[in-house]
């Protein structure tokens, strides 16, 4: 069976120090991956998604990136974190065509 | 462009009350509905989409193309149901998927 994990579950970071979120399937292949922020009252906006290793789209301009140097896995970073990247982040991943399978999601305070 | 709205933040019932969660969607073709739970201490899921025309959990929803709506309705809500609730749609052969807001449900005893 298939199934995704994320890490850290939580994380408290400084403003200006960097960031990295980690996501990673196991017992399926080439799937399509996705970063989600989920914030009270907005819903799950989307981030980032990936077809493929190395094939990245971005859907918001902001301050995080987003790399998949594997089939299975996906990375979100920031070289520098600002306040408003607070939140709480989903990975999650799906088949061609599919429902989206999620995460446990990690919880990111910058202070 | 895909947009999907959920009016209500917040919508709470007594147990045993019918309970409809509105959805409507922009969307210049045919979608694919889903509708995602989030449990307390749960990750999100899958409750149900428009494609399988299941009952899950007790839980229906018809895709009104005319009223570009995707209502997710039960007859008799339980206290279990109680959670967060979110309608997404996806283009047939495309890879996002886009959320509404979420509505947080509350069946009071």
């Known amino acids: 069976s298939q199934t995704i994990h994320q890490w850290p579950a939580t994380l408290v970071q400084p403003v200006g120090s960097p960031l990295s979120l980690e996501c990673t399937v196991e017992?399926?292949?080439?799937?399509?991956l996705y970063w989600y922020r989920q914030a009270a009252g907005r819903g799950l906006q989307l981030l980032f998604y990936s077809v493929g290793i190395g094939q990245i789209s971005s859907e918001v301009p902001q301050n995080l990136s987003a790399s998949r140097p594997q089939d299975r896995q996906f990375i979100l970073s920031s070289k520098k974190l600002l306040l408003s990247d607070s939140g709480f982040y989903l990975c999650?991943?799906?088949?061609?065509?599919?429902?989206?399978?999620f995460g446990e999601g990690s919880r990111l305070t910058v202070l | 462009a895909q947009r999907v709205t959920q009016p209500e933040k917040l919508l709470s019932v007594f147990k045993g009350a019918p309970v409809e969660l509105k959805c409507n969607y922009s969307?210049?073709?045919?979608?694919?509905l889903f509708w995602y739970v989030q449990y307390s201490r749960q990750r999100l899921q899958l409750l149900l989409r428009?494609?399988s025309r299941e009952s899950i959990k007790g839980f229906t929803a018809d895709l009104n193309k005319g009223e570009t709506s995707f209502h997710l309705k039960k007859p008799f809500a339980q206290e279990e149901d109680s959670a967060m609730y979110y309608c997404?749609?996806?283009?047939?052969?495309?890879?996002?998927?886009?959320f509404g807001p979420g509505t947080r449900l509350s069946v009071l005893p």
């Open positions: 017992g399926t292949s080439n799937p399509n």
């Open positions: 428009h494609i």
């Open positions: 997404a749609l996806r283009h047939p052969y495309g890879q996002n998927f886009v």
């Open positions: 969307y210049s073709g045919s979608p694919e």
């Open positions: 999650a991943w799906s088949r061609r065509p599919g429902e989206l399978f």
